[in-house]
């Protein structure tokens, strides 16, 4: 069982920067892949960033402007954002799937949710 909780949500303006934590709970975290997926009002969650082992993934609409990062000492999962846009509003929830297993794209196949934090960027 792994028990997620995000922090470093928040209000900023177009332009501006925020840094998402992912705190895991688990001795193996390491063996986990994990990422980030976010829900807009309306709308489907929808996937953002992934990193298993030494590999990062992006949704295209992200690339060039978020990074995505972990640190197994710390049993801790990272998304910088930086250029943010007012589309990138949403609700930011990190996940993760069963040990060996990769993170699906398909937020339903995955097995572990964090609650989520708001990100709020404004024009």
């Known amino acids: 069982q792994v028990q997620l909780v995000e922090s470093g949500g928040g209000s900023v303006q177009a332009g501006g920067s925020l840094r998402l934590s992912c705190a895991a709970s688990g001795r193996t975290f390491s063996s986990y892949a994990m990422g980030w997926f976010r829900q807009a009002p309306g709308k489907e969650r929808e996937f953002v960033a992934a990193?298993?082992?030494?590999?990062?993934y992006y949704t295209d609409s992200v690339k060039g402007r978020f990074t995505i990062s972990r640190d197994n000492s710390e049993n801790t999962l990272y998304l910088e954002m930086n250029s943010l846009k007012p589309e990138d509003t949403a609700v930011y929830y990190c996940a993760a799937n069963y040990a060996g297993a990769a993170l699906s794209t398909t937020a339903s196949l995955n097995a572990y949710w964090g609650r989520g934090t708001q990100v709020t960027v404004s024009s």
């Open positions: 990193i298993t082992g030494g590999n990062t």
